[in-house]
């Protein structure tokens, strides 16, 4: 399913769901946007359903703002070039 | 592939420098910090009608521009600019190099001027110099080929080209107490203060605004179109400021160049509220508080400065000047920033090994924060007022309450780096290694 962001959210990344979990794609977007993008997909999941984040570089900033939340990134494989993160809700 | 949590955040933070770079230089400030304020209470017969010449008032504020405004501005933009110019630092070596050359330099800059000992002054002064000139290097390398966020790595530019003429005018004001002048002594003050806390401080934290405010607030990159115009303001206030320095059409020069950073300033401040106010995250505590007090007291120096330039009579009117802009913009601007971003730092050091890392806010001792935040606002307040009704006692008071927010603040550093250090991460740390 896609769920892509409408027009005028670009700066939200593309999403959409698959069977693994909601995948975001920031890849493009300049900081901050891929930060904010990415926290705002997770602050609207209420369960435990993993985020994919599809990516172009490791984003370092991220990790202290999800500890913040009780999330934590795992490295997964991902395209040549991707940097592609599971986000899981650990608490 | 599927990496432990703790393998693939090491793998992380190996591209990051080593907490040991940015940390040096904000333990260093934050020593310089403390020690300014003490420079400040031994000088604080000068400081109500301060206005330049060798003694502790100028040994208090080359502790702080030196000490703690350049010091934290080099670990900050060593570790933050990388982010806009998507350019890793490529030498671990020289920040540290730096750090060695640049640290006792500021000591021997600030006894130099204290006691007063023109020799150590100018040892210190190379030293400085010698070191800022090595940043300068490598701040230049990060910018060369600088991909995204052109806007900030255009401000970068800009303070790096403010750096210069510092460098140079600092140079010539050294050895004019060695009795080998320079450029003319007022020029050269003039060109020094304008393009040290305008220019290259100020042009740093403007820059650097545009990342870190955002990234804090969790909001959009603020209008780069608006940043330009902004940007190109303050370069022509600069301008206009160096052309006042030179002594023709003073008056009126000064004034363009308070009218041209006014408008840079208002249309900055205007994005800053923009992204704080679209922000998914609005409660950014007392840091924050101190950010916008600054924001306020940086507009306050502008006014203060049309005093100055109109020779508004009241004897006091450039230091109060001098007051606002270096401890109440710059300072508390910095200090505001800093004790978000080094807990934030601190976070990302110590994740290896843990499952979870530590989360800034777990990192961060709340009580020296308050203590500090009372003390620096008050110590500012008893200053000012000092300087208005002239007198050394509210001087004296001033700083003593400075030096012991200054002491809470070193309070706070110091628990940080406890806790970013705690047992349980450096066993961490073995078994990540190990595996």
Redesign the interface.
């Known amino acids: 399913m896609n769920a892509s962001a409408p027009d005028g959210r670009q ?1 939200l990344g593309k999403r959409w769901v698959e069977a693994d979990g909601v995948h975001i794609d920031v890849r493009g977007l ?4 891929p ?2 993008a990415i ?2 997909l997770v ?1 609207s999941i209420g369960d435990t359903t993993p985020v994919i984040v599809h990516h172009e ?2 984003p ?2 991220l ?2 703002e999800l ?2 939340i ?1 999330w ?6 991902g395209a040549p070039g991707e940097v592609r993160l599971k986000l899981e809700r ?1 608490r | 592939m599927k990496l432990g949590a703790g393998a693939f955040i090491a793998g992380a933070a190996s591209r990051l420098l080593p907490p040991s770079i940015p940390f040096r230089f904000f333990g260093a400030a934050v020593a310089y910090h403390l020690l300014a304020w003490i420079a400040l209470f031994a000088g604080a017969q000068g400081v109500p009608r301060f206005a330049g010449g060798l003694g502790w008032p100028l040994a208090a504020l080359h502790l702080l521009t030196l000490g703690v405004l350049a010091m934290t501005a080099i670990g900050a933009s060593l570790q933050l600019l990388p982010v806009a110019t998507r350019q890793p630092v490529r030498s671990k070596r020289w920040p540290a190099m730096i750090w060695w050359l640049y640290t006792p330099g500021v000591a021997a800059v600030a006894l130099g001027m204290g006691m007063p000992a023109p020799r150590l002054l100018a040892g210190g002064a190379v030293a400085v110099v010698t070191a800022l000139g090595g940043y300068a290097l490598l701040l230049a390398r990060n910018l060369v080929g600088a991909r995204g966020m052109p806007v900030i790595v255009a401000h970068g530019w800009a303070a790096l080209g403010s750096l210069i003429v510092v460098l140079a005018t600092a140079l010539s004001l050294a050895c004019a107490y060695l009795g080998f002048p320079g450029f003319e002594r007022g020029m050269a003050l003039s060109l020094h203060a304008a393009f040290a806390a305008y220019g290259f401080m100020g042009l740093l934290a403007l820059g650097l605004s545009y990342i870190l405010v955002p990234m804090f607030a969790l909001s959009a990159a603020p209008d780069e179109r608006r940043a330009w115009v902004s940007l190109t303001l303050a370069v022509i206030a600069l301008l206009l400021s160096a052309a006042a320095s030179s002594g023709v059409a003073q008056q009126p020069l000064r004034m363009a160049a308070i009218g041209a950073g006014t408008l840079a300033v208002a249309l900055h401040l205007r994005l800053m509220s923009v992204a704080l106010k679209t922000g998914m995250r609005r409660e950014l505590g007392r840091s924050f508080t101190l950010v916008r007090i600054a924001w306020a007291l940086l507009v306050a120096s502008l006014v203060a400065a049309l005093g100055v330039a109109m020779d508004a009579p009241f004897a006091g009117m450039a230091t109060l000047f001098g007051i606002l802009l270096i401890g109440g913009w710059l300072l508390t601007f910095l200090v505001g920033i800093l004790q978000r971003i080094m807990p934030f730092l601190a976070s990302m050091h110590a994740a290896p090994g843990k499952r979870l890392p530590p989360t800034p806010s777990s990192l961060t001792a709340q009580r020296p924060l308050s203590i500090h935040f009372v003390c620096h606002l008050a110590a500012l307040g008893l200053l000012a007022l000092a300087v208005a009704i002239d007198s050394e006692r509210v001087a004296s008071a001033g700083a003593l309450v400075g030096s012991a927010g200054a002491a809470a603040f070193a309070g706070f550093f110091l628990i940080v780096l406890r806790r970013m250090s705690a047992p349980d991460l450096k066993a961490g740390r073995r078994q990540a290694s190990a595996g």
């Open positions: 700066a300049l900081p901050p946007a930060l904010v926290l705002d602050g570089r490791d370092q900033m990790y202290p500890a913040e009780g934590r990134a795992v490295r997964i494989d650990v």
